[in-house]
């Protein structure tokens, strides 16, 4: 069984920072392209930052967090990190760790979800 367990989440002024983890089970963590989704009340989930598997060479941000997210894995560990700096309230949303197998992942921002977590809260006061 497939378990994607997140972790780092919380309150944070704006201007902040936070690191979100995920830890991944039951699957060749080094296999998989990993990313990180967030969804806001009211709104659709959306895709935030993706990293391809092995050496992770391929990443994808959006516009709206690009120069201020970094997502990064380390397959010794397991895990995958997204790294918020500069928060902005309207960060503010439930987030998401993914996991894909698809057989590639271009570095887009169209990511292909197999596995979900449970998601994290993050909150970024004004």
């Known amino acids: 069984q497939v378990q994607l367990v997140e972790s780092g989440g919380g309150l944070v002024q704006a201007g902040g920072s936070l690191r979100l983890s995920c830890v991944v089970s039951g699957r060749t963590f080094v296999t998989s392209h990993m990313g990180w989704f967030r969804q806001a009340p009211g709104k659709e989930r959306e895709f935030v930052a993706g990293?391809?598997?092995?050496?992770?060479?391929?990443?994808g941000y959006p516009d709206s967090v690009k120069g201020r997210f970094t997502i990064t894995r380390d397959n010794v560990k397991n895990t995958v990190y997204l790294q918020m700096n500069s928060l902005r309230p309207e960060d503010t949303a439930v987030y998401y760790c993914a996991a894909s197998t698809d057989r590639t992942y271009d570095g887009g921002t169209y990511f292909n979800v197999a596995y979900w977590g449970q998601g994290t809260q993050v909150t970024v006061s004004s």
């Open positions: 990293i391809s598997s092995w050496t992770g060479s391929r990443i």
